[in-house]
């Protein structure tokens, strides 16, 4: 069980209004929605658990790998889960998107905690390998003393309450409905937790091509709310 | 070669076939195709072939009338798809200015599997100026199947790589229907520099009976996947987004497609879902009809009518 200082760390890094500028993105949402293929709670559901998957099955991993790396002081080892994560961003929205989410995170840190390994990182990626946000998270708690667990839950439930913030001024649901859909998912963050804690960068994998195909139209909308 | 039997993925499915073991004699395909450009012959030839079965390739032809110093290669499987404990591996070189075009014979059956699985390498090694076409048939995975697939490419930015695989639910029509009755389909595509530095990787895991994938966000009400991946220099792949980045959205057919740009100006990848296959395909092929013309300055000659 996390101590009164750390479940307050983690209380404050993994909240959804920490400013790492996660209200601009839908990851999707935004098209889902205008094609029809998201229109109700009931898909709203499903859409954030296919998320909330491919988030745990692909940066999850990174996540993990990165917090061990940050306990081992191990910077080769975070730069190369930050750049496992960069290589399959294949979409260029996700990709804008975990890059600017990490380094606004790092920023953020700096600011807020002072000299950290994630500081380190930042100053030799110019040019180089980009700073990624599930990276910059895992580090980020790793320093600050949180488990890795609760690491990898914060940064599921970010993937979550993203969508979910995205969808109250996407379409006809309240913060109640939200709140209710973002229960039932994280239900199922344990799980994908002890599916994934021994995976290593090699594994990372996602499979959500609906998910892409949207990401891809989404670039070449006229009329758009959502930067994904 | 690289073994793909420790993946993790894989661990579930250890036990050993009861017909011959696992990558028995008979049981491990090699293939190993090595293209020259021929300065006296005005065209590419195909210049070491190493076969061993199941995997078998036919003689180069030059049955491209629009790229007539082109050879066209077609590969076969002897035993009539990918089965238990089969391990292929396909390994291809193309030396500088050195164009190819590889093809398989028919569908790639992966078939129906009651213990082990089979796996599948392939390495691309492409010299400065060289082109290469991948364009496989589409993918079946049988009830139960279960294949892992690893694909590593390297070239230099001059050089041109276009690879297209569709994939199938299953054998749709086959008795009551056959979809997502596979156990494990996990393929990646992984490409980088001559001189290491990595471009873009692509890893799927699709297990349907242990994530269903005919949720939304992942395959959705579509059935068939199309995924076409252009690695070329940045200027080429400008030209070919420019022509094919509108999106489709068709409700009808139904289809939908969307282009995006690789990390590191690796190159595009084209993504498309439909119900049926030959929409994806012919979305696929308009794909690779631009990216072509681009690139090479040719376009592709009518599909074949019995194809």
């Known amino acids: ?228 | 070669m690289t073994t793909l039997d420790s993946v993790r993925e894989l661990a579930p499915y250890q036990d050993q076939p009861a017909q011959l073991p696992a990558a028995a004699n008979g049981k491990v395909g090699i293939l190993r195709l090595g293209f020259e450009w021929h300065e006296d012959q005005d065209r590419t030839i195909l210049r070491d072939v190493f076969r061993q079965s199941p995997l078998l390739v036919q003689r180069a032809l030059y049955w491209d009338e629009e790229m007539p110093g082109l050879p066209c290669v077609m590969i076969l499987t002897t035993s009539g798809g990918v089965l238990q404990g089969d391990r292929l591996s396909i390994d291809v070189d193309l030396g500088p200015g050195a164009q190819a075009h590889l093809v398989t014979q028919a569908a790639t059956k992966i078939q129906e599997m009651d213990a082990n699985y089979g796996t599948q390498t392939q390495s691309f090694t492409l010299a400065e100026d060289a082109y290469l076409e991948f364009l496989p048939e589409p993918v079946i995975p049988f009830r139960r199947s279960r294949f892992v697939s690893d694909t590593v490419v390297r070239l230099p930015e001059t050089a041109t790589m276009l690879y297209a695989e569709v994939l199938q639910p299953g054998r749709k029509y086959y008795r009551d229907g056959e979809i997502f009755a596979y156990d494990l389909f996990s393929t990646t595509l992984r490409a980088h520099r001559p001189d290491g530095r990595p471009l873009f990787v692509e890893k799927f895991v699709i297990a349907p009976g242990r994530f269903p994938v005919t949720r939304i966000g992942m395959m959705d009400r579509f059935h068939v996947f199309g995924n076409v991946v252009l690695l070329t220099d940045p200027d080429r792949a400008a030209r070919v987004f420019e022509r094919t980045a509108t999106p489709v959205w068709d409700e009808r057919t139904p289809l939908a497609t969307a282009v995006s740009r690789l990390p590191n100006d690796a190159g595009l990848v084209f993504k498309v879902l439909g119900q049926e296959t030959e929409p994806v395909r012919a979305a696929v092929r308009a794909f690779c009809t631009a990216a072509r013309e681009e690139v090479t300055g040719c376009t592709f000659p009518p599909v074949f009518s019995w194809r």
């Open chain 1, 1 to 228: 069980m996390s101590t009164v200082p750390e479940a307050l760390k983690l209380l404050q890094f993994g909240d959804s209004v920490f400013p790492v500028g996660a209200f601009s993105f839908s990851n999707g949402l935004e098209t889902a929605v205008e094609h029809g293929a998201v229109h109700d709670r009931t898909t709203l559901q499903e859409f954030v658990r296919t998320v909330t998957r491919a988030a745990a099955t692909g940066d999850g991993v990174a996540l993990l790998v990165a917090h061990r790396a940050a306990r081992a002081g191990d910077l080769d080892r975070i730069r190369a889960a930050d750049e496992a994560v960069h290589l399959r961003k294949i979409n260029e929205e996700t990709r804008t998107m975990t890059v600017r989410m990490g380094r606004k995170l790092a920023e953020a840190a700096e600011r807020v905690v002072g000299e950290s390994l994630l500081r380190k990182r930042v100053a030799e990626s110019g040019g180089g390998v980009p700073v990624t946000y599930p990276v910059a998270l895992g580090v980020l708690f790793a320093e600050l003393g949180v488990g890795e667990a609760d690491a990898f839950a914060a940064h599921q439930y970010g993937a979550a309450s993203m969508v979910l913030g995205a969808a109250v001024r996407l379409m006809r649901v309240d913060h109640l409905d939200t709140q209710s859909i973002l229960f039932a998912v994280n239900e199922r963050v344990g799980e994908d937790y002890e599916e994934v804690r021994t995976a290593g960068l090699d594994d990372m994998q996602s499979f959500a091509p609906h998910l892409d195909v949207l990401a891809g139209a989404h670039q070449h909308a006229h009329v758009r709310m959502f930067m994904s």
